[in-house]
């Protein structure tokens, strides 16, 4: 991982290899969240900042709400398919009426 240049010396003309670092080798120190990682809440203590909760807050109102919603437009599927059900049930009695098949 060395780079390596050919420098000349002037009196003897000739090509040795000299070795220079091209890389840094300082390590960059980070603390937990800089690198875009998410923080350990357990070593928080459960404790976030105002705006960490806010959102967390907001993000669930929206979940719900979500659920809400989709949770009512399936009990309206439910009651239509329902009343479909008893149309059909209805039509079933009067041709089975008319037909003579039930005696009433």
């Known amino acids: ?34 690198t875009g990682a998410t923080r350990n809440v357990g070593s ?15 993000e669930d109102y929206t979940i719900r709400q979500r659920e809400k919603e ?3 437009e399936l009990r309206k599927k439910l009651r239509e398919q329902q009343d479909h059900l008893k149309k059909l049930s209805d039509h079933i009695d009067e041709l089975t009426k008319e037909q003579g098949g039930e005696h009433n």
Request: hydrophobic share 35%.
């Open 1 to 34: 991982m060395y780079r390596q240049t050919l420098t000349k010396i002037p009196s003897r003309g000739l090509a040795i290899a000299s070795s220079r670092r091209a890389f840094s080798t300082t390590i960059r120190a980070m603390s937990a969240g800089d």
């Open 44 to 58: 928080l203590g459960g404790q976030g900042d105002a705006f960490q909760k806010r959102e967390k807050a907001n």
């Open 70 to 72: 989709k949770l009512l």
